[in-house]
């Protein structure tokens, strides 16, 4: 399948990964498109605002992943957007107010997209090994994105920063201390493990995902 | 919890999936994305793709198969094999996979790790290391090139040595393997992995050596890795995957079933 096919038979029910230039883009394209998704990979302005759904995908550090938004001036776009926005790994990190991933670039901290009001900090492994590399063990609340999914389902983690627990907790999980594997406030929301690296539970997480803003397009 | 992780390792030649006894003699074992699919159905964890002719014979894999295997399996998967700069490195990210292993090129120019690290992230960066225990001196060291018997060459690296440069470095995650016991099945290294799960703070991945379903145990309980990569038993059927699982869970093992 390529990126051009539509195969749902709304084509408005239009899914945008946001072309961050990051390294996982196909990756998560390819997990949409297991699920016959009608999904695209663009930084235009009108693709994406036309979308029903949008993910931000990241990896890499946070200076970084700001610093190609910025050039492609995808900042304000991204904070003016209504319909359902979903981060993965870096990408939901990057809804955060600020993250302290320096990256060897400056002592400042990273000041993020402001979405969902909480900080990015080191992940205190309180002595195991990092990055939190692998798959553990999720205990989910009511948000839609995790419908049908257990407590206790194992998803694919890998990461050295966190979220912390807050009240924009919507999963949490632990490795040495607990913190949050998903955040959100509104329609902006974002998982730290990757649901397109993480078999059925994955997948199913992906499919809630589809399900959501479907009736958007009247509130345009 | 976080679970140990049951890592299939496929090495690559030629594009088939291939495996030799010490690294030599390799015969055919099947395709690589029907191989990589099956593993992934039955519940490995993870996968690794050697291509063991790349660094030998200073070629570079070809990658379509990556897309190949990206498009088709929900795991995460590693790809290694002659990767000696950061725009090859970034070729088999956006082809899919989620990260690089890094062997012979990094002890050529250590420095390649510290770049990876700067472009990518550390969390991507693997480092693979060929281990094997010299009885003339009673210590351990490091092999390069073991692609390739005639290119195989010692260096001058303590296995302990590297396993710290390496993280001080920049890598995300070590695969230890024990040269003089892969493909023999008779049991890791525990001895050597537990040497080096002392002085090792990122996740460290044992190699070589697996044949019984207890020598995965033994691996996760004794030397306290984070996962255990296996090739010719999972190849030639000797262990199912999820029999294994289910054998682990069973012993308290931490395991995604």
Request: aromatic share 8%; with cysteine; net charge negative.
């Amino acid at each position: 399948m390529t990126q051009q096919s539509v195969s749902s038979s709304n084509t408005s029910d239009l899914t945008v990964i946001i072309d961050t230039g990051c390294a996982n883009l196909s990756s998560v394209r390819f997990a949409f498109e297991r699920l016959n998704a009608n999904v695209v990979v663009s930084a235009d302005f009108d693709v994406i605002r036309s979308a029903a759904r949008v993910v931000l995908p990241g990896v890499g550090t946070a200076g970084a992943a700001m610093d190609a938004l910025k050039q492609k001036n995808l900042i304000e776009l991204i904070k003016s957007l209504t319909q359902p926005v979903m981060g993965v790994c870096l990408g939901m990190q990057m809804l955060a107010s600020l993250s302290n991933e320096h990256g060897g670039r400056s002592e400042q901290d990273i000041s993020c997209l402001g979405l969902v009001p909480t900080d990015i900090g080191e992940l205190d492994s309180k002595g195991l090994p990092l990055p939190h590399m692998g798959w553990n063990q999720i205990n989910v609340g009511n948000h839609p994105l995790f419908t049908g999914i257990e407590n206790g389902s194992y998803v694919y983690f890998v990461h050295s920063y966190r979220a912390p627990i807050s009240e924009y907790t919507l999963a949490s999980s632990t490795y040495g201390e607990s913190f949050s594997a998903a955040i959100g406030k509104d329609n902006f929301f974002g998982v730290q493990f990757h649901p397109e690296k993480s078999a059925k539970v994955g997948a199913q997480i992906l499919q809630n995902f589809l399900q959501m803003g479907l009736n958007m397009e009247t509130s345009q | 919890m976080l679970a140990k992780r049951i890592v299939p390792c496929l090495d690559v030649r030629e594009g088939k999936v291939v495996k030799g006894v010490q690294f030599r003699n390799h015969e055919i074992v099947g395709d690589i994305v029907p191989l990589a699919a099956r593993y992934a159905d039955e519940g490995a964890d993870e996968l690794v793709f050697y291509d063991i002719t790349a660094s030998a014979h200073d070629r570079v894999i070809d990658k379509s198969w990556v897309s190949r295997v990206a498009e088709q399996i929900d795991i995460p998967f590693c790809v290694a094999g002659g990767i000696k700069t950061i725009e090859q490195a970034r070729e088999k990210l956006a082809f899919g996979a989620d990260k690089i292993s890094i062997n012979s090129p990094a002890l050529t120019d250590p420095s390649l790790i510290s770049r990876l690290q700067d472009e990518f992230g550390r969390q991507c960066i693997v480092i693979g290391i060929d281990s094997y225990y010299d009885a003339e001196t009673d210590s351990y060291k490091v092999k390069q090139f073991t692609g390739d018997e005639a290119a195989t060459k010692d260096t001058q690296w303590y296995t302990q040595d590297w396993v710290e440069e390496v993280q001080k470095r920049g890598c995300g995650e070590i695969v230890l393997n024990v040269m003089n016991q892969d493909g023999v099945r008779g049991g890791y290294d525990i001895k050597q992995l537990s040497m080096v799960r002392a002085i090792c703070d990122v996740p460290l991945i044992a190699s070589g050596g697996a044949g019984t379903m207890e020598h995965f145990k033994d691996v996760f309980e004794l030397a306290k890795v984070d996962a255990a990569l296996a090739a010719s038993v999972f190849h030639k059927g000797i262990i199912d995957i999820g029999e294994l699982k289910q054998y682990l869970h069973a012993n308290h093992i931490a395991i995604r079933l």
